[in-house]
């Protein structure tokens, strides 16, 4: 009798906890939708004194002057729009050319690693590529780019103006080489999800490579493409770091693609810590309003487009003939052959000109062949290089300084140059690294608990259109431009506490914002990689719901969930814009919580463009100890990765 009541009391129990952690998952998951509900809110509502008094025609003005009260985005919004449509039209044949070549034409041995650099490429923090092209591309631009380009055009448009390297030509050729690594990646992806035997038919039926890639590929892979190109364009439009660094960030209309500018993230940057209140940052929050929406909108799009092609609907159409199927059908119809009526010359000589055609046409196809082979080979080229002067430059200019382990101790420098009888000192960054891990921790409390729950709620308990509009809206929201998540934690602290407004409970709280839909989405990755089957036999077991999430479906993705949770880690630590706007900056070591914070990156931005040599190498230490972090977090999740595709290879 007391075993029946144990038993039923244990029953009990497992049921109540069942409940309440279904009930956290679910708790969670509405949080998150409420946060995304709270961020357009907010800055709707932080804009509307902007928008009620401007218009429409702050969509058209070209003046923004705080000491008049008269603003206008036109000259941020055709800056944006220029350089993320030229980035995108540099950067979508290269990228395609990359993703060709590592897919389709590379041989097997090669190919991982170059794909590993490539897509490596994209785990460098948006600080350090400005730094770099800072010091790098915009000498380059200004002594021999731009003079050629002037003296090739006769000084007409697009080059009209003097070359000064600050440009929106140089901003264009940054945001191409960040955009790069996302296109190639998900295009790659997307050509490798193709089924083999599309290539094998082609292949059997004389088709070379190219052919067989041209034909039938690339048609099946276009969604995934479209998806990577729309991504990427959302990307170039929130890019604010590095486009601040090199675009000159002044407010005018530009001219011609040598003249300085501005885009909506560069000014909100520039513009929002000195705004006041009223008017004046009521303008700047309405930008941000403009770029949020922006970038939903391209992002939701690319994500649909993404979603669309891994789960194609039929919607009752007929069926398609495959393109194998209609060229084996005109291949093997009865050849018409030439009759003495029709050719006077008789068999012979036809067959004598359709055999000098078809050698003809051989030679021509395998020159086709040769040439994508090169031009794809070039195009990776054209990809690594900007990846390998970025550690080269950093290895250069900061190398001396991380092999000193005072230089993760000590106090930054004051700002010194040296001269004959004078040594400056070096410092360090301890209080950066202090301050970033902080903010990392704090913002890792917000983000693991609420990610996970979140995820394991789409992943085990999430069914119909509501789990995919949630689902779909973690996927948009890992592509908001941080600038955005730090103005409107900025903005909620203002309201909320105004004494931790700049703090490290801000920056923190902005790392968790940052990281929250990332873990949510690798989370729910990866519980999808657990068969059914391994939970339906748990189940059949006898175990609760709950503990067949937690003990079985956890427990064997916790590769795929810890490497998640390691890049979600590594995007927060390499970002600028949200510290910028919330942790502010210290040179000292953490004090309290409701004070401001050192930290990693915004040292960096603060620093690069100093007149001080000390201050700038301190700098560059700090990027390349920044840049060895994402790399080492970044090579192993892809071998990580790689091991476990292999492994489910060799046991599938």
């Not at 009798?1 to 952690?21: C, D, E, Q």
């Not at 119909?464 to 909620?492: E, Y």
Request: net charge positive; proline share 6%; aromatic share 8%.
């Amino acid at each position: 009798m007391r075993s029946t009541s144990v038993r039923a009391g244990r029953w009990t129990l497992l049921r109540w906890l069942g409940r309440t952690f279904l009930g956290l998952a679910v708790v969670a998951t509405i949080a998150f939708v409420a946060l995304v509900a709270g961020l357009a809110y907010l800055l709707a509502h932080a804009s509307w004194q902007s928008i009620r008094t401007f218009g429409f025609g702050f969509l058209t003005g070209t003046t923004w002057d705080p000491i008049h009260n008269i603003y206008g985005a036109a000259p941020a919004i055709a800056g944006t729009l220029i350089t993320s449509g030229l980035a995108l039209l540099f950067a979508v044949p290269i990228s395609l050319g990359v993703a060709i070549f590592l897919a389709e034409i590379a041989p097997r041995w090669v190919r991982r690693p170059l794909a590993y650099a490539v897509d490596l490429s994209a785990a460098i923090p948006s600080v350090v590529y400005g730094f770099w092209a800072y010091i790098v591309l915009v000498p380059l631009m200004r002594t021999t780019v731009e003079p050629a380009l002037a003296r090739w055009s006769g000084g007409r448009f697009p080059f009209s103006s003097t070359p000064i390297g600050y440009d929106l030509l140089t901003a264009t050729l940054v945001l191409t080489i960040m955009i790069l690594p996302t296109i190639s990646a998900l295009s790659r992806e997307a050509l490798l999800a193709v089924p083999r035997i599309h290539r094998e038919s082609a292949l059997s039926l004389g088709a070379t490579r190219w052919e067989a890639t041209r034909i039938g590929v690339l048609k099946s892979a276009r969604g995934g493409i479209t998806a990577g190109v729309v991504l990427g364009l959302g990307r170039a439009l929130g890019e604010t770091i590095a486009v601040t660094m090199v675009i000159g960030n002044i407010f005018i209309l530009p001219n011609s693609l040598f003249s300085e500018g501005a885009t909506l993230a560069s000014w909100i940057v520039d513009t929002f810590p000195d705004a006041t209140p009223g008017i004046d940052r009521s303008a700047v929050l309405e930008l941000a309003l403009i770029l949020l929406i922006i970038t939903f909108a391209i992002n939701g799009v690319a994500r649909w487009l993404l979603r669309r092609g891994r789960n194609p609907d039929d919607d009752g159409a007929p069926p398609h003939r495959s393109w194998w199927d209609r060229l084996r059908a005109r291949r093997t119809r009865a050849p018409s052959l030439p009759t003495a009526e029709l050719d006077p010359l008789g068999p012979e000589p036809w067959r004598a000109r359709a055999a000098e055609r078809a050698a003809s046409r051989r030679r021509r196809r395998r020159a086709v062949q040769a040439a994508v082979v090169g031009l794809t080979a070039f195009c990776l080229l054209l990809a690594l290089a900007p990846f390998a002067s970025v550690i080269a430059t950093a290895v250069e200019r900061g190398g001396s300084l991380v092999i000193q382990p005072s230089f993760y101790t000590s106090l930054p420098p004051i700002g010194c140059n040296p001269h004959p009888g004078v040594t400056c000192q070096v410092g360090g960054i301890g209080p950066e690294i202090q301050g970033t891990l902080i903010m990392l921790g704090l913002g890792a409390l917000v983000a693991m608990p609420g990610g996970l729950l979140i995820g394991i709620c789409l992943a085990e308990y999430g069914r119909g259109r509501l789990a995919r509009v949630v689902s779909l809206l973690a996927d948009v929201m890992t592509g908001v431009p941080t600038i955005i998540l730090g103005v409107f934690v900025f903005t909620f602290f203002l309201y909320a506490d105004h004494d931790a407004t700049l703090s490290a409970l801000s920056g923190g709280v902005g790392l968790g914002v940052l990281m929250l839909p990332i873990t949510a989405r690798a989370t729910e990755e990866a519980l999808g990689t657990v068969p059914a089957a391994v939970r339906e036999s748990a189940l059949a077991l006898g175990f609760p719901r709950h503990r067949v999430t937690l003990r079985v479906a956890l427990k064997s993705s916790r590769a795929v969930l810890v490497t998640g949770l390691l890049l979600a880690a590594s995007r927060a630590a390499g970002d600028t814009a949200v510290l910028l706007l919330t942790a502010g900056g210290s040179s000292f070591y953490f004090h309290s919580l409701d004070t401001e914070t050192a930290a990693i990156t915004p040292f960096i931005f603060d620093n690069f463009g100093s007149n001080y040599q000390n201050l700038q190498a301190a700098a560059w230490g700090a990027a390349l100890v920044l840049l060895i972090i994402m790399l080492v977090i970044g090579l192993s999740a892809r071998l990580a990765v790689a091991a476990r595709a292999d492994a489910a290879e060799a046991t599938g």
